[in-house]
T-cell receptor, first 114, second 112 residues
Framework: KAGVTQTPRYLIKTRGQQVTLSCSPISGHRSVSWYQQTPGQGLQFLFEYFSETQRNKGNFPGRFSGRQFSNSRSEMNVSTLELGDSALYLC?????????????FGQGTRLTVV | GQQVMQIPQYQHVQEGEDFTTYCNSSTTLSNIQWYKQRPGGHPVFLIQLVKSGEVKKQKRLTFQFGEAKKNSSLHITATQTTDVGTYFCAAFVNQAGTALIFGKGTTLSVSS
């Protein structure tokens, strides 16, 4: 069974640009969450989707957005990139969309903003 | 808002020594999860604790959930170089989904 797939793995963007990251969850998983990981702030929750609906949102500015498609694949978009957006962006999927289930993480997308 | 604090931030041990990381929450938790992230890797689920005072073991790893369900610990006995990585505790943001709040993690290094 394939794991969580994130594309691309690495990305370099310039300040002011926008970027779209993709996440394909494990087959059958309907819950997808996104996290930002930086050395200073650690793992921070961005948003969670379940059945194409955003169910939870973290404390990030509106430049960060996401969506989920009918096949459970998810994308996140960051507009007007800032240097501080450089981070590892991790996607996690869960089989059951309820608390108490294990989260399976993808390898992440390493975003560098220059 | 809900916070999960984890200490220490870093720990270096000699191979064979024990290691413990502690996690504390400002609120009572319904459950707590632990993840391990190897250098250059992604977080991998280790275990979930649900009951007050619960203790679970996985080989050399012992996980505890406090009686008040506000703290948890992970103890590794006789560390090995394969234990190197960052250990995170995590709690659910709310009961309406699977979003997690993570502690800052404890990075363990082991010298042989």
């Amino acid at each position: 069974k394939a794991g969580v797939t994130q594309t691309p793995r690495y990305l370099i963007k310039t300040r002011g640009q926008q970027v779209t990251l993709s996440c394909s969850p494990i087959s059958g998983h309907r819950s997808v969450s996104w996290y930002q990981q930086t050395p200073g702030q650690g793992l921070q929750f961005l948003f969670e989707y379940f059945s194409e609906t955003q169910r939870n949102k973290g404390n990030f500015p509106g430049r960060f957005s996401g969506r989920q498609f009918s096949n459970s694949r998810s994308e996140m978009n960051v507009s007007t990139l800032e240097l501080g957006d450089s981070a590892l962006y991790l996607c996690a999927s869960s089989l059951i969309g309820a608390p108490g289930t294990e989260a399976f993480f993808g390898q992440g997308t390493r975003l560098t903003v220059v | 808002g809900q916070q999960v604090m984890q200490i220490p931030q870093y720990q270096h041990v000699q191979e064979g020594e024990d290691f413990t990381t502690y996690c504390n929450s400002s609120t009572t938790l319904s459950n707590i999860q632990w993840y391990k992230q190897r250098p250059g890797g992604h977080p991998v689920f280790l275990i979930q604790l649900v009951k007050s005072g619960e203790v679970k073991k996985q080989k050399r790893l012992t996980f505890q959930f406090g009686e008040a369900k506000k703290n948890s610990s992970l103890h590794i006995t006789a560390t090995q170089t394969t234990d190197v990585g960052t250990y995170f505790c995590a709690a659910f943001v709310n009961q309406a989904g699977t979003a997690l709040i993570f502690g800052k993690g404890t990075t363990l290094s082991v010298s042989s």
